[in-house]
Nanobody, 124 residues
Framework: VQLQAYGGGLVQAGGSLRLSCEDSGRTFSNYGVGWFRQAPGKEREFVAAISWGGDSTYYADSVKGRFTIFRDNAKNTVYLQMNSLKPEDTAVYYC??????????????????WGQGTLVTVSS
């Protein structure tokens, strides 16, 4: 599994961004995927996760109702749609994956594989 996260950028508060996490392998559909973020000077924190089948999702309270995680297994991609962005959402965002995750809440400590981060900056 080789994860690649992209889609970060600079956006004004209240705006939207969509992050993508891709895997070059052919079995990405067998993996649960999570998103984490790390702001400057802070610990890495859980954001959202999705089961391998895409039928179950789990969110941190801080993003619930604003962020949506979903997947397109035909494209080997998991997305994080981020709406109503706030300056406190500014961070480097990482995706992580573990095989056969059916309960995404089990990914709050991370997964087996990690991609490189993509920077999201929200200006006030």
């Amino acid at each position: 599994v080789q994860l690649q996260a992209y889609g970060g950028g600079l956006v004004q508060a209240g705006g939207s961004l969509r992050l993508s996490c891709e895997d070059s392998g052919r079995t990405f559909s067998n993996y649960g995927v999570g998103w984490f973020r790390q702001a400057p000077g802070k610990e890495r924190e859980f954001v959202a996760a999705i089961s391998w089948g895409g039928d179950s999702t789990y969110y941190a309270d801080s993003v619930k109702g604003r962020f949506t995680i979903f997947r397109d297994n035909a494209k080997n991609t998991v997305y994080l749609q981020m709406n109503s962005l706030k300056p406190e959402d500014t961070a480097v965002y990482y995706c992580t994956a573990s095989r056969w995750i059916s309960a995404p809440q089990t990914m709050t400590q991370g997964g087996q594989y990690w991609g490189q981060g993509t920077l999201v900056t929200v200006s006030s």
